[in-house]
């Protein structure tokens, strides 16, 4: 079984900057393809950026674009989320999601293609 911890997550004002970090056990970190959801209440649970193995990355919101930034590091088994210039509208539960490269399909940006789910850390953002 894979398991899958974010961490990070805290209340900030609005311009100010976070690091999520989302940690990996139980197999080959980098056999798996992963990405960062948030959900607000209410709402559907939305892509936010997505990263291959290889370190490849797709940014699945407009909104996001030039204010977060998704990386890797397969050593420590662990993925993050910058983001900087933090905005109200990004208030949500963050989180982390895995699926195995040879088992993706579809959209990397959409909450069916995971198999395996962190369990979320809290983003606050105060205008």
């Known amino acids: 079984q894979v398991q899958l911890v974010e961490s990070g997550g805290g209340s900030v004002q609005a311009g100010g900057s976070l690091r999520l970090s989302c940690a990996a056990s139980g197999t080959t970190y980098s056999s798996f393809y992963m990405g960062w959801f948030r959900q607000s209440p209410g709402k559907n649970r939305e892509g936010v950026a997505s990263?291959?193995?290889?370190?490849?990355?797709?940014y699945c919101v407009d909104s996001v674009k030039g204010r977060f930034t998704i990386s890797r590091d397969n050593a420590k088994n662990t993925m993050y989320l910058q983001m900087n210039n933090l905005k109200p509208e990004d208030t949500a539960m963050y989180y982390c999601?895995?699926?195995?490269?040879?088992?993706?399909?579809?959209?990397?940006?959409?909450?069916?293609?995971?198999?395996?789910w962190g369990q979320g850390t809290q983003v606050t953002v105060s205008s």
């Open positions: 999601a895995a699926v195995p490269v040879l088992l993706l399909y579809g959209n990397s940006c959409e909450a069916y293609a995971y198999e395996y």
């Open positions: 990263i291959y193995a290889d370190g490849g990355s797709k």
